[in-house]
């Protein structure tokens, strides 16, 4: 999943297999448009591109 990184303060891709102990927070985004840069792969890695839908909660989203 690509998404913006506060902690890093850039855009990265997030492993949702490494992802665990989610929670939800108080803290909010405003929403802008905006363009994600184009993805990079490791050189020699072999990837595939997968379709995902994710569901919120109408309270999160």
């Known amino acids: 999943m ?3 990184c506060l902690s890093k303060e850039n ?3 997030f492993k949702i297999t490494r992802m665990q102990h ?4 108080t803290e909010s985004f ?3 448009q ?3 840069p184009p993805i990079q792969f490791s ?3 072999a990837y595939s591109h997968i ?3 994710m569901r ?3 309270h999160v989203a």
């Open 22 to 25: 989610i929670e939800m927070l």
């Open 34 to 36: 905006f363009q994600l």
């Open 2 to 4: 690509q998404g913006y």
């Open 30 to 32: 405003a929403d802008k």
């Open 51 to 53: 379709h995902l839908k």
């Open 56 to 58: 919120f909660a109408s």
């Open 11 to 13: 855009y990265r891709t």
């Open 43 to 45: 050189a020699g890695a």
